[in-house]
């Protein structure tokens, strides 16, 4: 959790990385409010099950990141979900 000290924009970054055959899925919340929705591409677990060849290496669906500018008010606490 992240609390701005003062008024202002400010960047907020933040990056998903999954283990192999996961995925991953965020919110990022301003004061309580949802801002963006982040989720791992690529991955079906379905395919992976059905469609993969024996031996052959299972890799994550990928890595997925946030860079947004925000504004925020001194006190607003920005966290990912």
Not at 24 to 45: D, I, K, M, P, W
């Amino acid at each position: 959790v992240f609390t701005a000290p003062y008024d202002g924009r400010y960047l907020i970054t933040a990056t998903l990385t999954p283990e192999i055959d996961a995925y991953v899925e965020a919110v990022l919340s301003v004061a309580n409010t949802s801002v963006a929705q982040l989720h791992t591409a690529g991955y079906r677990r379905e395919f992976l099950e059905y469609h993969h060849s024996p031996g052959a290496l299972r890799t994550c669906g990928g890595p997925g990141a946030f860079h947004l500018i925000v504004h925020l008010k001194a006190g607003d606490a920005v966290n990912v979900v």
